[in-house]
């Protein structure tokens, strides 16, 4: 796709997913601390790689990685779904954001999402939404940092 400096942007596929899998499962695993619902399952990694199959290559599922010195670093899942009942009927969200810990604070982040809300806007999306924990302070501050405010709340109920 493209570079910048000894950045390679690129799309997952099927061929590499299982440098995905790596990255999805230190994600979560980085999670556990705001999501105390967050377990892996005794063969997770069968189910993740179905999953992604199924939706990498679709025309409104993104999945992009970064790399640096060939070593996939980060990556960003986005997309968009029509809903013609409202207004505004192309909605676009941001489901997962992840840059390893050793690669932070160098401004990977912010160059993944402003990629993902070039193409967003590129498939005329109107408006995007994505879900942070309220917990996550830190999160909260980068998504506000791209325009981003609170609009709801999602609640859960422990059921075990």
Known sequence: MARKNNIEVFDFT????????RLTHAYFTELQQYDDAIHFAEGW???YRHRMESGLGA???FVRGLRMDKEAV???MFGYRDEPMWRKRRRGYLSNIYVVP???RRGLGNFMVKGALQTLRQMDVEVVELDVYV?????????ESFGFS???QRLRLNMT
């Open 59 to 61: 025309p409104h599922f």
């Open 45 to 47: 990694e069968t189910y």
């Open 74 to 76: 980060g990556f960003i």
């Open 14 to 21: 099927g061929r590499n997913l299982g440098e995905l899998s």
């Open 102 to 104: 050793a690669h932070r």
């Open 135 to 143: 917990t996550n302070d830190t999160g909260r501050r980068f998504w």
């Open 150 to 152: 609170p609009f709801k």
